[in-house]
């Protein structure tokens, strides 16, 4: 593979430490990264934060520096590769079960609590909402490109049924040319297209890159069938009714996957949210403006 290509944010990223740790959660290895200056583990605050389907740690990366950077007194921000993606142990069965558990016993190895803010971007939306209905406490949930109404219904539906063909001849077919088909860089290339809004040149060469680099580092075609189906079958808004604890939602002004007027909905029915609409991008914002989004984050952090 060619040298990737430079991020948009890298003066910034490289003035963020970073650590690389992992830990035995179910006796399964799970990779995090730490953000944050060498004694980040006595800051005074801590995020934890979830990836979206087929990415890793990789992809919340620019968040992470820019809430280390702009918080007043220091933050510091953990990233883990969900099981079965990037360098994590894949789970015995991905389903939403599955990851819920994961991500309690992850934060109850790591010694986490109730202070520390929990947020998922995408499919780690549904995941991280998941958790606080059945019971996991945090002061804040943060929900990046919510997944707020169902995959299988509406207008995303034909779309949905394609993917769903996809990953299911990739699960079928014989494993090389499976693989083969889940990795395909054509097809890789054309989700990435879809997804990102920006016109400039130089982000739209590093956020390909970024999906060729890590979109298909998942562990196997059984993790990644089992996230996906998990992924479409499951939205934030099936939990909302049964989430306490104070939301804020990042949503996106030309969000394909989840519309404004869906993620207004799903604000309505929260017992306590916020709903933050990012001008001018898509599902991507993670990528393209994570600056918006971690300035969102940080002023509710600090609001009393």
């Not at 934890?48 to 809430?67: K, P, Q």
């Not at 993917?163 to 079928?172: E, K, M, N, T």
């Not at 069938?225 to 499951?234: K, L």
């Not at 017992?271 to 933050?276: I, K, S, T």
């Amino acid at each position: 593979m060619e040298p990737p290509v430079l991020s948009p944010y890298q003066s910034l990223m490289a003035a963020t430490p970073v650590v690389h740790r992992s830990v035995l959660v179910a006796d399964r290895t799970t990779h995090f990264w730490e953000y944050g200056p060498a004694d980040a583990g006595t800051a005074p605050a801590t995020v934890l934060a979830v990836h979206g389907f087929r990415g890793d740690h990789h992809g919340l990366e620019s968040i992470a520096a820019h809430l280390v950077s702009g918080h007043p007194t220091g933050v510091r921000v953990i990233v883990p590769d969900l099981p079965g993606f990037g360098v994590s142990d894949p789970l015995p069965t991905s389903d939403l079960d599955g990851y819920v558990h994961w991500l309690e016993g992850f934060r109850t190895a790591l010694g986490l609590d109730r202070d520390t803010v929990v947020l998922g971007h995408s499919f780690g939306s549904i995941v991280v909402s998941a958790a606080a209905a059945a019971g996991l406490d945090t002061r804040l949930l943060v929900l990046v490109n919510p997944i707020a109404a169902p995959a299988l219904q509406g207008p995303r539906a034909v779309g949905t049924g394609i993917a769903i063909a996809y990953y299911r001849l990739g699960a079928w077919l014989p494993r090389p040319l499976g693989l083969g088909l889940l990795r395909n860089r054509a097809i890789v290339r054309a989700m990435s297209i879809a997804m990102l809004k920006s016109r400039r040149p130089s982000l739209r060469r590093w956020v390909h890159d970024q999906h060729d680099r890590y979109f298909s580092a998942f562990a196997n075609r059984t993790s990644v069938m089992e996230a996906f189906r998990t992924s479409v079958t499951h939205d934030v808004a099936q939990f909302a009714d049964r989430i306490p604890v104070p939301v804020l939602l990042v949503a996106a002004e030309h969000d394909d996957i989840t519309a404004v007027p869906e993620q207004r909905a799903l604000a309505e029915r929260l017992a306590d949210a916020e709903l933050v609409v990012v001008p001018g991008v898509g599902h991507l914002v993670h990528y393209e403006t994570p600056a918006a989004a971690a300035s969102a984050v940080l002023r509710r952090m600090q609001t009393p």
